[in-house]
Structure formats: structure tokens, C-alpha cells
């Protein structure tokens, strides 16, 4: 009986201290109305939240149906929470769901004979003035630009570039994962109007994605480098060799850039 309690008494041990070190993912739906529609946000909150008065920096991130749960996932997870759960990470990570068929036209900020319709402006301005005030107003958050970062992968990668762009007082930082540049000249001339460009960028790719995936990433780190001295260290450029574009490549790299940024 004696070994039993013990027994009993490790395993509860165990699984608790466990669960303190481990954070934790919700969702709720809020409306679009720049979209005429609502969303799924899942939100995961760090293994301290609970126990502690911490105000915490935020990752808004997109196609989250990708980022927490395989069953979700279109082709595989990124593991966001396990990974920032190893690192024991203390950060908020906002997940907004894409809008199925709709997706391309959500995450495309313009219009060229590729691509009609693009409405990156409207899902931008849901982001920055609907759902970053409830975050703000119903969590514990550090709210201002430095401690505020945008991330995806391809269409998500464009749109996160493209979100520093537009709204260089509310992004701080961002993760630019595969991003798809190749869609038109337009991001390329909007960098280059740009007069100022002091956010923290971590540009990631894989040599086997396409033809012209790394060399539209170039042309885009070289004209941002031209904007700021290289001594600020603010841009970072990371090719994997033999990376393909899909998401075991954006899992096993993203914790990487989440420790690079913060």
C-alpha cells in the first residue's frame, strides 16, 4: 500500500509539474466585418500566464488551422506549441484562421494580371484595429511595436512582409517564411518608396522550393539592406539547403526565428 502511495503520489507529481511547463491553446470566433465574415482565432498562452502578473510580447500569425494540430492541417503542423513550450518561451501567439477558398484573396495586398482582387488591405485593418485591441484589452500584453510581430509562410510570408510596410508603428518585428514575392513587382517598388525600414526581419527559405524562391528573397533582403546600415542588425537571411516549401521546413525552423527575434 505504502509503494503504491508513492507510486501514485510521483505520477501526480509528475503530471503536474509537467503541466506547468506546458502553455496552453483555446480559440474563439470573432466577427470580419472588412471581410464580411468571422474568424477562428486560436490563441496559445505561455506555461506562466497563469501563475504570474506578466504582460507578455505577441506573434500574430496566420493559417492557423496549420499552426497547433495536425488534424487541422493542411499538410503537416508547424508544432508552434511544443516548440515554444521547450524553449519554456514567454510569449502570446495570436492564430487566425485563412478563409478556406478564400485564402488568396485574404493574404494577395494587390491587384495585377497574376491576381484580381486582392483584399490584404481589408484583412490587415481587421488584424491592426478589431483583433489587436481585443487581444490587448482582454490579455496581459506588451502592446507596443517592439513587442509586437507578424509571421507566415508564402502567401502568409508576403502579406507579413507587406504588413510591416503598411503598418511600421504596430509591427515591430516579423517572420517571413517562404514569402511569395514572385506574385508581382508591386512589393518590390512599395520597399523601395519606403523611406524608413527599422523593423526586425528574419527572412527564411529553402534552396528547393522553385526556380526563383531564393532569388526573389535576395532581391528583397538587398533592398532592405539598402535602407539601413547592416550594423543595426536588424535583418537576418537564413537558406536552407535542401528546404522544400512545406510546413516540416516552417516547423523545424520557426523556433529559430522566434529565439532571433526575441
Known amino acids: 500500500m505504502k509503494k503504491q502511495f508513492f507510486q501514485f503520489l510521483s505520477l501526480f507529481l509528475l503530471t503536474y509539474f509537467y503541466g506547468l511547463s506546458q502553455g496552453t491553446v483555446t480559440t474563439f470566433i470573432i466577427e470580419v466585418p472588412q471581410l464580411q465574415t468571422s474568424k477562428k482565432i486560436w490563441l496559445y498562452l505561455p506555461h506562466n500566464y497563469k501563475t504570474t502578473k506578466k504582460k507578455y510580447p505577441v506573434i500574430y500569425m496566420h493559417d492557423a488551422q496549420n499552426l497547433f494540430d495536425d488534424k487541422t492541417a493542411f499538410a503537416g503542423e508547424w ?3 511544443e516548440t515554444l513550450d521547450s524553449l519554456k518561451a514567454e510569449v502570446i501567439i495570436v492564430g487566425i484562421e485563412h478563409g478556406n477558398e478564400k485564402r488568396s484573396q485574404e493574404l494577395i ?13 481589408n484583412y490587415l485593418d481587421f488584424i491592426v484595429n478589431n483583433l489587436k485591441p481585443h487581444i490587448d484589452s482582454n490579455y496581459r500584453t506588451k502592446s507596443g511595436k517592439m513587442n509586437t ?3 507566415g509562410s508564402s502567401l502568409g510570408g508576403l502579406v507579413s512582409y507587406y504588413a510591416i510596410l503598411k503598418y511600421p508603428k504596430v509591427f515591430g518585428k516579423a517572420a517571413i517564411f517562404s514569402p511569395s514575392f514572385w506574385l508581382g513587382n508591386e512589393i518590390y517598388t512599395l520597399t523601395e518608396n519606403t523611406k524608413k525600414l527599422n523593423t526586425k526581419l528574419y527572412f527564411l ?3 528547393s522550393e522553385s526556380e526563383s524562391m531564393v532569388q526573389d528573397m535576395d532581391k528583397m533582403v538587398d533592398l532592405v ?34 529565439l532571433w527575434l526575441f
Open 225 to 258: 539592406n539598402d535602407k539601413r546600415c547592416t550594423c543595426m542588425h536588424l535583418t537576418k537571411k537564413v537558406v536552407i539547403k535542401g528546404g522544400k516549401h512545406n510546413e516540416k521546413l516552417w516547423s523545424k525552423e520557426f523556433g529559430k526565428a522566434y
Open 109 to 121: 495586398p494587390f491587384s495585377n494580371e497574376k491576381f484580381s482582387n486582392g483584399k490584404a488591405d
Open 79 to 81: 508544432h508552434v506549441d
Open 205 to 207: 527559405c529553402g534552396d
Open 149 to 151: 510581430a507578424i509571421a
